[in-house]
């Protein structure tokens, strides 16, 4: 490739800004600047498609299309800014910001306790700007990185992130390039990580352009959201450059600390070395040139372990993954949902297997797939697989949108925060779970294309149809759902609802505080199932230092023997007391265990011990 110069337009100083932008089945390329005065420039043809030039009285703020042929004109692929909309121009970026995070290096991968946002739910006004304010509730609750939902330029207003069709371009609405600057160097003032979400796997389908200017896509193979990007096929080089750029953008350009790659499951690539492995290697070395820690985290269906190897070891490198068998083990166990990819689990095996592992299904038959599915991921660290109880895939792709606190008791809420932040792995929270948001995170988009939105509304209706609910989804389209979805934040400080926020402080307390709990390891860690296959032990340890968590699903109060190792135990928390709003608890303060301790445990009961150091 002979084009060095970054993609898009770039604003070099004195007047002038440099273009670039990959065009390889064109004969021509022009810039049609609109602003501050109409003109039409030629861009010079470049090796393997390329075409660019250094054009002088080009600012920030100039509005500008690429023009095809000499016919047909075309948003930027690589805009950096759409002021209005995913249809019209893309406008020159200022790229000066005043930074004020020169000390901030990035914070260890198993420190990261993350919280989820969706930006235009997270407020009532939508913005970066908005949340900043509430970064130091977060940051008092004990959360060290916050995640946000694709912010890359989408129709409309309204829309989860997925149906971005402009990567390195910041949503308009939400602030922009500008808005998402500030935040992000608000939370490293603050000494939080920001991960962003981005989408590698597909574009959405409106204001898609990218196909007017080359072999972005590829139809050898096909995924849900139709033709697949070309990541190993004919100028498949260009493609990955484009994204790995955008990758590099949100590292470089914007201190991001982390990228959440979403569904990679929908790139198919067959090249000796992937574009992932390829991604990996390329913001790693950001990283390192930055002197900032910076982590990828795959999300994917696979149940692959190769993402999350060493390269050394035939892995890609990525450096954790999320972990969609904890989710469904813990919930299944919660509210016995069977319907749909629930129905492979269930069982307090399936649970303790994913305490002791990761992944639930490495190799087993699986009845939803009517497979085998899985591999075995023993070998890999307890810090490279996220956890959860609820995230915007899991509560969003319900029927209904509902979220875990329509669908379980106070308790089993409790319960549920206990397993994921007290487990050995990397925790994630949904935005409003810490005080039992009551709010839906139905699905939602604002498209202009009345086609689409049917052909939307058809789509969530097919979804559902595995799961076999008989209600009717949420019209995606109307604003009505959109609004439903943000955030009353007015109910942390109410019964309950402040009981469970209070919860969640001390739970991320002792994961910090308690060094058995705060050593993410899987081989200081042993796993028990009791009580009729009703409750697990989880004894972590960190010499001399061990803890003991016990977790009971069952519906009833249970009279058990638990295997505790012989000495002196002190219980550190109980969600049964009524300090927690629970129905009163018959466990002592203090026991003394002899390799066995009668209890009796509540339902949906959470206790953790610590064993009193011997003198």
Same mark, same amino acid.
């Given at each position: 490739m002979t084009c060095r110069s970054p993609l898009g337009a770039t604003c070099m100083g004195e007047g002038s800004s440099q273009f670039c932008v990959w065009a390889p089945s064109k004969r021509s390329v022009e810039v049609h600047i609109l602003s501050p005065q109409d003109r039409i420039e030629t861009l010079h043809r470049e090796e393997h498609g390329y075409f660019q030039a250094l054009l002088g009285g080009v600012e920030p703020g100039c509005r500008y299309f690429f023009r095809l042929d000499g016919n047909?004109?075309?948003? /930027?692929?690589?805009?950096? /800014?759409?002021?209005?909309? +995913?249809?019209?121009?893309? @406008?020159?970026?200022?790229?000066?910001?005043?930074?004020?995070?020169?000390?901030?290096?990035?914070?260890?991968?198993? /420190? &990261? =306790?993350? &919280?989820?946002?969706?930006?235009?739910?997270?407020?009532?006004?939508?913005t970066f700007d908005a949340v900043i304010p509430h970064l130091d509730e977060l940051k008092d609750l004990g959360v060290s990185a916050i995640e946000l939902m694709p912010v890359a330029q989408f129709p409309g207003t309204r829309n989860w992130g997925y149906d971005g069709v402009y990567p390195f371009a910041v949503q308009v609405s939400y602030g922009g390039s500008g808005g998402f600057k500030r935040l992000v160097n608000a939370c490293h003032q603050r000494g939080l990580a920001v991960v962003q979400d981005v989408v590698y796997n597909h574009l959405g389908p409106e204001g898609n352009y990218l196909r007017d200017f080359g072999p972005y896509f590829t139809d050898r193979y096909r995924g849900p959201w139709g033709s697949c990007i070309n990541f190993d096929g004919p100028h498949s080089d260009q493609v990955r450059r484009f994204f790995i750029e955008n990758a590099l953008y949100w590292v470089g350009d914007c201190h991001v600390d982390a990228l959440r790659l979403d569904a990679v499951h929908g790139i198919l690539d067959f090249s000796a070395k992937t574009f992932l492995q390829e991604l990996a290697e390329a913001v790693h070395e950001e990283g390192e040139r930055a002197n900032r820690r910076v982590y990828l985290i795959p999300e994917s269906a696979l149940n692959d372990p190769k993402l999350i190897r060493s390269p050394r070891l035939g892995g890609y490198g990525l450096d954790a993954q999320w972990n969609d068998d904890f989710h469904h083990a813990l919930h299944t166990l919660l509210t016995g949902e069977k319907a749909g990819y629930y129905q492979d689990f269930g069982l307090p095996?399936?649970?303790?297997?994913?305490? @002791?592992e990761g992944y639930v299904y490495s190799g087993e038959y699986s009845s939803y797939r009517k497979r085998r599915h899985g591999s075995s991921s023993k070998d890999i660290p307890a810090h490279r697989f996220v956890v959860?109880?609820?995230?915007?895939?899991?509560?969003?792709?319900?029927?209904?949108g509902e979220r875990l606190s329509r669908l379980v008791s106070l308790e089993g809420l409790k319960l549920a925060a206990a397993c994921v932040i007290l487990s050995p792995f990397i925790p994630l929270l949904f935005m409003g779970e810490e005080y039992g948001e009551t709010a839906p995170f139905p699905y939602f988009i604002s498209h202009s294309d009345p086609n689409l939105v049917e052909a939307v509304r058809q789509g969530r209706k097919e979804e559902f149809a595995a799961f076999g609910w008989k209600e009717a989804p949420p019209d995606p389209q109307e604003e009505a759902t959109f609004l439903q979805a943000k955030l009353d934040r007015t109910l942390?400080?109410?019964? /309950?609802?402040?009981?469970? &926020?209070?919860?969640?402080?001390?739970?991320?307390?002792?994961?910090?505080? =308690?060094?058995?709990?705060a050593r993410l390891s899987k081989d200081h860690m042993s796993v028990s199932i009791f009580a009729k296959g009703r409750a697990l032990l989880i004894r972590r340890w960190s010499e001399p230092e061990e803890a003991a968590l016990v977790f009971h699903f069952g519906k009833e109060p249970q009279d058990i023997d638990l295997p505790l190792p012989r000495g002196a135990w002190i219980k550190g928390m109980d969600s049964a007391e009524a300090a927690w709003h629970g129905s009163?608890?018959? +466990?002592?303060?203090?026991?003394?265990?002899?390799?066995? +301790?009668?209890?009796?445990?509540?339902?949906?009961?959470?206790?953790?011990f610590l064993k009193e150091k011997e003198t």
């Open positions: 047909m004109e075309r948003p /930027d692929p690589a805009s950096r /800014d759409q002021p209005e909309g +995913v249809h019209g121009p893309s @406008c020159v970026a200022n790229p000066f910001f005043s930074w004020e995070d020169e000390h901030w290096f990035g914070i260890p991968l198993k /420190d &990261y =306790i993350i &919280y989820e946002i969706h930006v235009g739910t997270f407020t009532p006004e939508g095996e399936h649970m303790a297997k994913a305490f @002791c959860f109880a609820q995230n915007h895939d899991q509560v969003g792709n319900r029927m209904l942390r400080g109410k019964g /309950d609802h402040r009981v469970l &926020y209070l919860f969640f402080k001390e739970l991320i307390r002792h994961r910090k505080d =308690i060094p058995p709990l009163g608890s018959a +466990v002592p303060g203090n026991v003394a265990s002899e390799g066995w +301790v009668h209890l009796t445990l509540a339902p949906h009961g959470f206790l953790l």
